[in-house]
Every structure is written in C-alpha cells, then in structure tokens.
C-alpha cells in the first residue's frame, strides 16, 4: 500500500483530527513483532502526514537491553515534547554496540514511535493512537531471517525470546485502535483476539 493511498491518506487524516496527547504532539505508536512491517508503514503514514517525524525504537534499545528503553525514550524524548520543544536522542550503534551520533526529533502535529513495544504499558499514557501490525510472530520472524540473512540467525534466536518474554508480560495489540495487514498493509479498523493457537517459546512451539 503506498504512501498516497486513500486508506493511507484516511488515517493521516484522522490522526491529525485527534487532540494531543503529549503537549502539542499526537503522539502515534506503530508497534508489532519483529520483521512485521513497522518500519515501512511508519515510513508511509509519515509521507501521508507531511513528514511526521520517526522515532526508531532500534535506535535506543541495545544488545543488552532490547527493552529496556523506556527510560531514555523518557528523558530524551517525551519530555521534551511535552514541554512542546524538539527532542534530541543519541543513537545506538548495533555494530560498534555503543550509542554514537544524535538525532533530532522536531516538533509536530504527529510524531510517530516505530518499534516493538512501542505501545507498551509504560508509553500508553502518552499516546493519541496505537496502531498495531498484524502478522503473527513466527511469519514476521521468517521474513526478518530472510531479509538479515544467516549471519543474524544466532541474533534471532536471542530476540525471540526476549519478545515473546515483553509480549506475555505487557501486551500491546489488545490496546491497538488499528490493525494494519502486516503482508497487505490494509488497514483495519476494528481489533479482534489473538487466535488460539500453540505458542512459540524461543522458536520452539510449546504443546
């Protein structure tokens, strides 16, 4: 679905019409499993918004703590914008695995938070919105594997253990506002229960 879409467009709209919810920001979260799509349709809604800045929760997690960023998304984020100022925040290397350069976040309408966990419990107060990407863990966890290639299976393997671990403790899709396809990118307005089926546990289905 491109950025121009009508439904695309529709959302953009809607978000736009909703009041802030951090100081003069709608602050929007586009949150799902790893390799769901986050990333790309974050990129899309932010063109539909004018150019709606991106926060990338891979750039304040680290190797050591995946998720435990709250507390610099915090400082060097939300508070900012609630004092209705842009925000500055230092972004990790994941190949020097130290954080290096800066990265600004301007002051807008919307700015969106693009991560797994982006819609987690500690971040929901904040938010005007949280949109959730539809595509179960072990198809999204295919398509990471086959985009990162066979260097990062041992990387993987770690990470979905320490997701499905942040999931079960605070779960972000049954506080999503809206769903989005994670293969098709169609929007959906309703949400729905997980499905039931058998859960996997570090790649291991669990019986």
Do not use: N
Not at 12 to 37: K, N, Q, T, Y
Not at 41 to 50: D, I
Not at 93 to 101: K, P, Q, Y
Not at 132 to 151: N, S
Request: charged content about 20%; overall charge neutral.
């Amino acid at each position: 679905m491109d950025a121009d879409s009508p439904a695309v467009s529709a959302l953009a709209a809607d978000l736009l019409a909703l009041p802030p919810s951090l100081g003069p920001v709608r602050l929007v979260a586009v949150d799902g499993h790893a390799g769901s799509g986050k990333t790309t349709f974050a990129g899309r809604l932010s063109v539909a918004l004018g150019g709606a800045p991106v926060v990338h929760l891979d750039d304040l997690a680290t190797h050591r703590e995946p998720f435990g960023w709250t507390g610099r998304l915090r400082a060097q984020v939300l508070e900012p914008l609630a004092r209705g100022v842009a925000a500055r925040h230092a972004v990790y290397d994941w190949t020097a695995r130290g954080f290096g350069a800066a990265r600004e976040v301007p002051l807008a309408p919307v700015v969106l938070l693009e991560g797994v966990g982006a819609g987690r419990r500690a971040v929901r107060p904040h938010l005007a919105a949280l949109l959730w990407m539809e595509l179960d863990q072990a198809a999204a966890r295919a398509r990471g594997e086959l985009r990162d290639g066979p260097e990062l299976a041992e990387f993987w393997a770690g990470w979905a253990c320490a997701e499905e671990a942040h999931f079960a403790a605070d779960p972000s899709r049954p506080h999503a506002h809206v769903r989005v396809d994670g293969v098709t990118g169609r929007i959906l307005r309703s949400t729905l229960s997980e499905p039931i089926e058998p859960p996997l546990t570090c790649g291991v289905v669990r019986i």
